[in-house]
């Protein structure tokens, strides 16, 4: 998508109106920014499995 809105965009006039559509593609993707809440809701138990496999290796690793 973010390929498709800067082709038919064309060119631009400096990199930051580049930078400005490269945003509003990612955005428009997600709109609500939920993507990311749901991410780690998917990843919760996979986590704790791995916390209790590797026994503190995470937490430590989060410091």
Known sequence: RIRKAV???GHFP???AALKCV???VMSLDPKGTGRK???QRWKAALN???IT???RLAAARR
């Open 7 to 9: 082709r038919s965009r």
């Open 14 to 16: 400096n990199e930051q």
């Open 23 to 25: 945003y509003l593609a």
């Open 38 to 40: 749901r991410w780690t």
């Open 49 to 51: 499995a791995f916390e």
């Open 54 to 56: 590797f026994e503190g």
